[in-house]
């Protein structure tokens, strides 16, 4: 079936350590977005995609990086830089990166500090 | 600047009883798409529905049913005869269709309501 594939489920960081969560599709979606989820809050975009090799900021990308290479993967790395990380992190994809289509979601990665 | 509005932090209900879900926007823009996402306890989002600004009908599917009216920037979300099934997190959100340096993509999302039902 068709779908969005995030893992790990669970991840731990040392201080001090950068640490990568994976993003896959198999939707043929051009777009692909990373969002961050604390607790009793709404989601919130850190770096979406439209298309291979092309990456844009979204509201809270500092401490974070993308790469996108391949169309079906957004891994997302989250640094050092990055003082307060630990959160649900939600990775989604629509046909475009237009506002009329809806994002389907991954089952998230929950991390926390070590 | 757009806005979501989900004043109801938690609501608590028994199987069986009708339960809505209030969902308030704001935006400048008078083309705009709403959206309702359900978010199980596994965590992801499942997309509900998709409604444009031109768009006032109301929608059911099956014991769903969505209210938008325009006049007061509401976007309400019934379930009737509750299932435990439907207990859940509820987002409503937002994206407005205006140009601007490519962001016309950008979903806004209320804090969401949580929403338990007791068998």
């Known amino acids: 079936d068709g779908g969005i594939t995030q893992s790990p489920k669970y991840l731990f960081r040392k201080e001090g350590q950068n640490v990568t969560l994976s993003c896959e599709q198999n939707?043929?979606?051009?777009?692909m977005y990373w969002y961050r989820q604390d607790p009793g809050q709404g989601l919130r975009l850190i770096y979406y995609?439209?298309?291979?090799?092309?990456?844009q900021k979204g509201d809270i990308a500092e401490g974070y990086s993308v790469s996108r290479e391949k169309k079906e993967s957004f891994p997302l790395t989250v640094t050092s830089a990055q003082k307060n990380p630990t959160a649900f992190y939600l990775c989604?994809?629509?046909?475009?990166?237009?506002?009329?289509?809806?994002?389907?979601f991954g089952d998230g990665t929950r991390l926390s500090i070590l | 600047a757009q806005k979501v509005t989900q004043a109801q932090t938690e609501i608590s209900v028994v199987e069986k009883e009708d339960v809505t879900l209030d969902c308030v926007y704001e935006?400048?823009?008078?083309?705009?798409?709403l959206f309702w996402y359900k978010q199980p306890p596994s965590g992801e989002l499942v997309f509900l529905i998709r409604?444009?600004?031109?768009?006032?009908q109301n929608e059911i599917s099956g014991r769903y049913s969505w209210n938008f009216q325009k006049s007061t920037s509401s976007f309400n979300f019934t379930i009737t005869a509750s299932q435990v099934v439907d207990s859940a997190v509820y987002f409503c959100a937002l994206s407005e269709a205006r140009e601007n340096g490519g962001s016309n993509y950008k979903l806004t999302f209320g804090k969401g309501t949580l929403l338990t039902v007791n068998p």
């Open positions: 409604r444009n600004s031109f768009d006032e």
């Open positions: 989604a994809s629509s046909k475009r990166t237009v506002s009329n289509q809806p994002q389907h």
């Open positions: 935006t400048r823009d008078t083309t705009y798409y």
């Open positions: 939707l043929n979606h051009d777009a």
């Open positions: 995609s439209q298309i291979v090799n092309d990456f």
